[in-house]
């Protein structure tokens, strides 16, 4: 089976201890959990952290897979990621929950000696990431739930 159509799993468990949530990946361990403000305990990053880290990790990944096969030369990437709910239209239902949409802002920063069109090259690569082509594209979820 070609790597990227197999199926990935990651285990969720979450007890009686708030929101921090325990999530397993293969031999991964990660936890998530809510900031103090809202009932958490502020144990680890939310769940948005986690999709941001998420898409930013899978971004830098693929620019630096890009910029090596090219031979082109730098040092770091850095990036910086925002997410917040803004007006989909210039505020014409601003009362409605559904006029809000998800915006995520990725500002990449490349330390090394590289062109002005090297680096417009390798903007466009990041948005060739799988994770941003994911979040971008048709995506349907599926949801069961059973009693234990």
Not at 104 to 109: D, H, P, Q, T
Not at 119 to 148: A, F, N
């Amino acid at each position: 089976m070609a790597e990227s159509t197999k199926k990935k799993i990651v285990h969720i468990h979450l007890g009686t201890d708030n929101f921090k949530t325990v999530m397993t990946a293969g031999q991964h361990e990660l936890i998530s959990d809510e900031p103090k403000n809202i009932g958490g305990s502020d144990e680890g990053p939310d769940p948005y952290d986690y999709l941001m880290m998420s898409l930013g990790s899978c971004t830098v990944i693929t620019i630096r897979m890009y910029a090596e096969r090219k031979g082109w030369d730098f040092k770091n990437i850095y990036m910086e990621l925002r997410h917040q709910k803004d007006y989909a239209e210039d505020c014409k239902d601003c009362d409605d929950p559904k006029a809000k949409i998800d915006v995520i802002e990725k500002e990449i920063i490349i330390e090394g000696d590289l062109s002005d069109d090297q680096l417009e090259r390798l903007l466009e690569i990041s948005k060739k990431c799988p994770v941003h082509k994911t979040m971008q594209g048709d995506l349907e979820l599926k949801s069961t739930i059973e009693r234990k």
